[in-house]
């Protein structure tokens, strides 16, 4: 009689763990279909603390992306798809910028104007993660975060 042998448990759970990360590699949130009024792509803006949650987070608000010519377009949006303005008074948005072309992330902080931010990418960065931490967008007095992939080949 011929025994098949089976992978052990450990092996199996690093197999399952790489194929959940490889098919949702666009943020920290939930997925959310469909596009944005301007027809640029959504991504989840949720609470900094439910970060580490990743699709079981709960949204607080959406991101719109576009990519422009140089860099991204953000603009942000309420549950219901309507433009949420800056906090008053807001310190900024701090930016990350990920992708394995760059030695290390790029992080710097940009002003929010009227419910939206654009930024370039550096020149020649290959990158491939883009990540905002915010102020407060909505009614919770705590920072909110929104991350969403951008493929390298379009940086």
């Known amino acids: 009689m011929m025994r098949t042998r089976v992978p052990p448990l450990g092996g199996l759970l690093c197999f399952l ?82 992708g394995k072309g760059l030695p290390k992330p790029v992080v710097f902080s940009k002003a929010c104007a009227n419910a939206k931010v654009d930024f370039e990418f550096p020149q020649g960065a290959q990158v491939e993660t883009v990540e905002l931490i915010l102020p407060d967008l909505g009614e919770r007095a705590e920072k909110q975060v929104v991350a969403f992939g951008i493929s390298p080949a379009a940086s």
């Not at 490889?22 to 939930?30: E, L, R």
């Not at 219901?80 to 800056?86: N, Q, S, Y």
């Open 17 to 98: 763990m790489g194929v959940q990360a490889f098919a949702h590699s666009d943020g920290h949130g939930p997925v959310i279909p469909g596009a944005g009024p301007s027809g640029g792509r959504l991504a989840a803006v949720i609470l900094a603390s439910e970060s580490e949650n990743k699709d079981r987070a709960s949204p607080v608000a959406l991101a719109e992306w576009k990519r422009t010519a140089k860099g991204v377009s953000v603009a942000f949006l309420d549950l219901d798809r309507k433009a949420v303005p800056c906090p008053k008074g807001a310190a900024g948005i701090k930016v990350i910028l990920l």
